[in-house]
């Protein structure tokens, strides 16, 4: 079962992807822009051109999954980064998913632990 978790690391790919991509065709995105282990259980986060499908990558112990939404109104948020990708906290997926503006989100102080 596909199961995402504060545990896992989130990584968004900034560069346009054409959704026709596959496990294969993301994985060398993962290996050529990303340049982190694709069995490490981490999740890949990549978005088309238009920014209202979203596809993400993940290797589950057994195989690869990927999960795909398509959005019928608005577009997915990119945030501003130096590099090709972006590390993003789980909370931070979950506002993006959703639509939420991550930059307009205020946090109140909370205690996180540090690997």
């Known amino acids: 079962m596909l199961s995402f978790s504060s545990r896992q690391r989130y990584f968004l790919y900034r560069g346009a992807t054409d959704m026709r991509k596959g496990f294969n065709g993301l994985s060398g995105i993962v290996r050529q822009h990303i340049n982190h282990d694709l ?50 906290s789980w909370t931070d997926i979950q506002l993006f998913l959703e639509g939420i503006e991550i930059k307009s989100v205020k946090r109140r102080k909370r205690y996180r632990r540090v690997a």
């Open 39 to 88: 069995l490490s259980g981490d999740v890949f986060i990549f978005l088309n051109k238009r920014r209202d499908r979203v596809k993400l990558l993940v290797w589950d112990r057994t195989g690869f999954v990927v999960w795909y939404k398509v959005l019928e109104q608005g577009t997915f948020e990119l945030p501003a980064a130096e590099n090709d990708s972006l590390e993003m």
